[in-house]
């Protein structure tokens, strides 16, 4: 039997993505975007949408990350075995590369809800014996290498990923790109709708970009442009050869580069950021498109702790298919959402234990942080004054956990994790610290459920939505946050927790002084001497937060206004 044929017949819409994240032990994400695509296909299995994924085997991973004693990420390799995890399929594609045939061999992995059917991932490898050696790396190290490394390995996903659908019988309609990685797929659909000469009325363009607009649905994550994948068109021309004129490329993906934004928003029919605020930043850095807003969700079952889910399970018996059922959360008994969270906690203090050897307290305060380690993240806002941080814990316990990954390219998120570290160890006799190693999916639903606080400190407009502080309210935990992405739209102060407001123009020093003030007049006055209020505050965000900021909404709103336009 051909494994693809419960999917075959039926699906109609191919998401791409350069990574996702399906579960812990397969290494083919990073960070948000990875968790973003795979809670996007959880929630299709659970509504049953038919929606085929396309992303890339990365069999070197990402990156695992160790911590030297200087307290310096080292940078180690992240391997994984496709076959544990899935099947081989039968079919080859190629496409060109620097006038090489690189062949593509897909993996099948099926991911499977409880609630629904299971829905298909394909994973692009072109580690195989007909290839060439410097092609059979090239499906390797996610984000991993340079430039050309990068355009390449886009090559495979996008314009591979197309054929490689058609060769295997998908009959697809709709194709979603998910962040610019996978533009070059609208150069392929170019390819395949261009009008033949017979067909050819005068005046009339070759390539039909109507057409293609017709077909992609693009959602942008990044508001910096300075983020976006732009390639040299040399370099471009060198590694796509021939494939179509460079002159046509240019008229859609920018005159002087090939910008992955621009071509994307050009060749795309549906366009949108994945909030509101976010969508208002990219509107104005590309004005002259129709940008929508969806704001992310995350997939509620994933991401709820198992203490919180036999309550959501008692209470609201069909919450995993329709988190909307948690807006009757804040009818829970306190006492029942307080103990559960201590279970969460619990879980969480066994594990800094465990990985690393320090010893949190049941009862006091805990504020987790875990982000991509990078600049505008500010992992170290919270030591902006150290003495002032003291003082306040000596006035009300608190302590702190950290994670992170820094791109191994990034030295300033590499300069951010050393020096977070050695404030841990220098702090180490006044506040209990800890920074867990190799943030990844296991850490982050331990960290989301287990902590009091989640903090949260951007630098406006630059966090596009941001989706751990969704996982954290979804277990009761707390949001304190820089007032951006996604906290712009779901921040009521003091209700489903707080908003660190410095000034109106980004100001480390205001940020750090409102962060300082928030924790020390409200949070930690709250949550020692007003339980009840704090509890009240927990069932709120539960309500508020995790009957909306889910990706069940998310992907029926891609459904009903992207897909079924
Ligand atoms: C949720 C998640 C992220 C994204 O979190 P942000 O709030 O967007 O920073 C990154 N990495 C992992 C492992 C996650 O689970």
Redesign the pocket.
């Known amino acids: 039997m051909n494994p693809l044929d419960p999917y075959l017949g039926k699906t109609r819409i191919a998401y791409f993505t350069m990574e996702i994240?399906l579960r812990p032990e397969i290494h083919t994400?990073s960070?948000?975007l990875g968790?973003l695509a795979g809670d996007t296909a959880r929630s299709c299995a659970d509504l049953a949408l038919s929606v085929v994924f396309v992303s890339l085997v990365s069999r070197a991973g990402y990156l695992r990350q160790e911590i030297d004693r200087h307290g310096r990420q080292m940078d180690l390799p992240d391997p994984w075995e496709p076959l544990e995890w899935t099947q081989p399929l039968d079919a080859m594609v190629a496409v060109s590369i620097e006038g090489r045939t690189v062949w593509i061999r897909p993996w099948l992995y099926s991911l499977s809800c409880p609630l629904g059917p299971s829905v298909p991932v394909l994973l692009l490898d072109t580690d195989l014996d007909q290839n060439d050696p410097r092609d059979r790396q090239l499906t390797d190290r996610l984000y991993g290498g340079d430039d050309v490394y990068r355009l390449k390995q886009e090559v495979v996903l996008g314009i591979g990923g197309v054929r490689l659908l058609k060769a295997l019988g998908f009959d697809i309609t709709t194709f979603h790109l998910n962040e610019g990685h996978a533009a070059l797929l609208t150069l392929e659909l170019l390819h395949q709708c261009r009008r033949s000469p017979e067909r050819l009325r005068s005046g009339e363009p070759v390539y039909d970009h109507a057409e293609v607009r017709e077909r992609c649905v693009f959602t942008t994550h990044t508001p910096v442009a300075a983020g976006h994948d732009q390639f040299p068109y040399d370099l471009v021309s060198r590694v796509l050869g021939d494939f179509i004129e460079l002159d046509e490329i240019r008229v859609a993906g920018g005159p002087e580069q090939l910008n992955m934004t621009q071509l994307a928003l050009n060749l795309s029919g549906y366009i949108n950021g994945v909030a509101k605020r976010h969508a208002e930043t990219t509107r104005r850095a590309y004005p002259g498109y129709d940008i929508r807003a969806v704001t992310n969700g995350?997939h509620v079952p994933t991401w709820t702790h198992p203490s919180f889910a036999r309550v959501y399970e008692a209470h609201f018996p069909h919450w995993g298919h329709e988190p909307e059922a948690l807006v009757k959360a804040d009818q829970l008994p306190d006492d029942l959402v307080w103990d559960t969270h201590q279970k969460a906690k619990a879980d969480l203090i066994t594990r800094v234990k465990a990985d690393c050897g320090v010893a949190l307290q049941p009862d006091v305060l805990t504020i987790g942080f875990?982000?991509?380690m990078t600049g505008y993240?500010r992992p170290d806002l919270l030591f902006a004054d150290v003495e002032r941080l003291l003082a306040m814990a000596e006035k009300y316990p608190l302590q702190v956990v950290f994670a992170g990954k820094a791109h191994p390219k990034d030295d300033d998120g590499k300069r951010l994790i050393e020096r977070v570290n050695n404030h841990i160890s220098d702090l180490s006799d006044r506040v209990t610290m800890a920074f867990l190693p190799n943030?990844?999916?296991s850490?982050?639903?331990t960290l989301?459920a287990g902590s009091d606080i989640w903090l949260?400190t951007p630098l406006p407009p630059l966090?596009a939505?941001?989706?751990?502080?969704m996982?954290a309210a979804l277990n009761g935990v707390l949001n304190l946050s820089v007032r951006d992405g996604w906290w712009a739209e779901a921040c009521i102060e003091g209700v489903t927790g707080w908003a660190i407001d410095g000034t109106a123009e980004a100001n480390a020093d205001a940020d750090a002084d409102a962060l300082y003030g928030k924790l020390s007049e409200q949070v930690l006055p709250l949550f020692y001497n007003d339980r009840d209020h704090w509890i009240w505050m927990m069932k709120q965000a539960i309500s508020k937060i995790g009957s909306y900021f889910n990706s069940q909404r998310m992907v029926r709103r891609y459904a009903t206004e992207a897909y079924l336009r």
């Open positions: 994240a994400y960070g948000g968790v995350v875990a982000r991509r993240k943030y990844d999916l850490i982050a639903a989301v949260n966090e939505s941001g989706t751990s502080g996982k």
